[in-house]
C-alpha cells in the first residue's frame, strides 16, 4: 500500500490545520493510501504531538519531517538540496507522498463539496474516528464549561475579529450575528464565542433583555496566529484547551450562527445537525444585500 506522511499542526489556525487534515484523510481513503502524521514539536500539537489533546487515530511518523522540507503546498522554488532532502527522507520513511504532494489533490477537489453525500459520509466517519479527547484533555475542557453556569438550553453565536482580516475585505460585526440569532431564535441565553473580549461588552450593553456567556478573556483584542505560535508552549496549551472547550459548547447549542470566514465554524457545520446552524456566506455584502435569506430558516 502507498503511503503518505501527512504534517499537521505546523502552518495555520488550529482548524484550518484540522478540516484539511479530514479533507487529507478523505484523499487517502477514496485511493487506498496509507495516512501517517507528523504532529511533534509543532506549534499546534507541541512535544506530544496530537496524542498532546486526542487519543491516537494512526501512527505517528517516527522520524519528523525536516523542516526545510515542510511544507504544506506545493513549493515551486525548491532548491536541488531540498529536492535531495525530500528524496533521502521518502527513502528513509518509505513514503510515496508528503503533505505538500496531496496537498492540491484533496484541496480544490474537496473544498466547496460539503454537501456531496459520498463526502459527507466519509467526513463523518473520519469525524468520529479521530476526534477524540484524552482523559487529561477532556478533564481540563469540562473544568472550563463548569465555569460559566451555562443553562441547559441556550443558543450561541461566534464572532471572529484579529488577523482574520488578512484573508477578507469585511468582517461581520456582532450585531450581524446576532440579527441572524434573534431571527431564527426566540433563545435568550447567549453563549458568546469570540477572540476579542470588547465584542462581547458590547454586546452585554446593547442588547439588555439576554443573558451573554463567554470563555473569552478580557485582555484578549483578537487572535493572531503568528503571535500565538511565538508564546510558550504552556500558554498555547491552556489557549487551546479554551479553544475546544469553545466548541463543545456550540457543538450543544440548541442553535448556531457562525459565518463561513472561519474554519472553526465550518468544523461546526461538519458535526452539528443542519437544522441548528446557520453559516452565513464568506461576503458580507452578499448577507446585508438580501438578509432576508438566512431569517426563519431553523426557528426554534
Not at 37 to 46: D, E, L, P, T, V
Not at 102 to 128: C, L, M, P, V
Request: charged content about 25%; proline content about 2%.
Amino acid at each position: 500500500m502507498r503511503k503518505a506522511i501527512f504534517s499537521v499542526g505546523y502552518y495555520a489556525g488550529f482548524f484550518s490545520e484540522i478540516n484539511n487534515m479530514i479533507l487529507a484523510l478523505m484523499y487517502c481513503k477514496f485511493n487506498n493510501i496509507e495516512f501517517i502524521i507528523n504532529s511533534k514539536n509543532s506549534a499546534m500539537f507541541g512535544p506530544n504531538g496530537w496524542e498532546e489533546y486526542f487519543l491516537p487515530f494512526t501512527k505517528e511518523t517516527k522520524i519528523q519531517i525536516p523542516k526545510k522540507i515542510n511544507f504544506r503546498m506545493h513549493n515551486n522554488k525548491f532548491r536541488l538540496k531540498d529536492l535531495l532532502r525530500i528524496y533521502l527522507y521518502k527513502l528513509k520513511t518509505k513514503a510515496n507522498y508528503m503533505t505538500f504532494e496531496i496537498w492540491d489533490k484533496f484541496y480544490y477537489e474537496y473544498w466547496g463539496k460539503e454537501n456531496d453525500i459520498k463526502h459527507q459520509t466519509a467526513r463523518s466517519e473520519i469525524i468520529q474516528n479521530i476526534w477524540k479527547y484524552n482523559l487529561k484533555t477532556k478533564n481540563n475542557i469540562e473544568q472550563n464549561i463548569a465555569k460559566l453556569n451555562l443553562p441547559q438550553n441556550y443558543a450561541a453565536i461566534h464572532i471572529r475579529s484579529g488577523d482574520k482580516i488578512i484573508e477578507t475585505n469585511a468582517l461581520y460585526n456582532p450585531d450581524d450575528l446576532m440579527e441572524t440569532l434573534m431571527n431564527n431564535s426566540q433563545h435568550k441565553n447567549i453563549f458568546v464565542f469570540c477572540d476579542n473580549y470588547e465584542n462581547y461588552e458590547y454586546l452585554k450593553n446593547k442588547y439588555k433583555n439576554f443573558n451573554f456567556y463567554t470563555l473569552c478573556n478580557t485582555n484578549e483584542r483578537g487572535y493572531d496566529n503568528e503571535k500565538f505560535q511565538s508564546l510558550d508552549f504552556t500558554i498555547r496549551y491552556k489557549k487551546i484547551i479554551n479553544l475546544l472547550a469553545n466548541i463543545e459548547i456550540c457543538k450543544s447549542s440548541d442553535f448556531f450562527v457562525g459565518t463561513s470566514h472561519t474554519n472553526t465554524d465550518i468544523f461546526l457545520s461538519w458535526i452539528m445537525d443542519a437544522k441548528k446552524f446557520i453559516l452565513l456566506p464568506w461576503h458580507v455584502n452578499e448577507y446585508h444585500s438580501n438578509k432576508s435569506q438566512y431569517f426563519n430558516v431553523n426557528k426554534i
